[in-house]
Nanobody, 114 residues
Framework: QVQLVESGGGLVQPGGSLRLSCAVS????????MGWYRQAPGNQREWVAR???????DYAASVKGRFTISRDNVKNAVYLQMNSLKPEDTAVYFC????????WGQGTQVTVSS
């Protein structure tokens, strides 16, 4: 059974940083393109960043230069380092397989506010 467990969210001031973690079980994360997504209240879920099985990365324009996606093949985990956070980054953040997504996890809440 595939399971995705996101963690690391919290309340941070504008300009601050957070590192999100996604613990993956049931599949080998490094065998797939994995992505981070977010959903703000009243909005649809949107794609934020992805890392291919080969390690190449890609970002949404709104986060490029501020967020970094990475992967730990030993821990079977995916991470999202978020710097220079803005109020508009406030959302619930999720990870999932980019192609053929599996059941979504609970996500982790990120709130950027002074």
């Amino acid at each position: 059974q595939v399971q995705l467990v996101e963690s690391g969210g919290g309340l941070v001031q504008p300009g601050g940083s957070l590192r999100l973690s996604c613990a993956v079980s049931g599949i080998t994360a490094s065998s797939y393109a994995m992505g981070w997504y977010r959903q703000a209240p009243g909005n649809q879920r949107e794609w934020v960043a992805r890392i291919s099985s080969g390690g190449s990365t890609d970002y949404a324009a709104s986060v490029k230069g501020r967020f970094t996606i990475s992967r730990d093949n030993v821990k079977n985990a995916v991470y999202l380092q978020m710097n220079s956070l803005k109020p508009e980054d406030t959302a619930v953040y999720f990870c999932n397989r980019v192609f053929s997504p599996v059941t979504w996890g609970q996500g982790t809440q990120v709130t950027v506010s002074s």
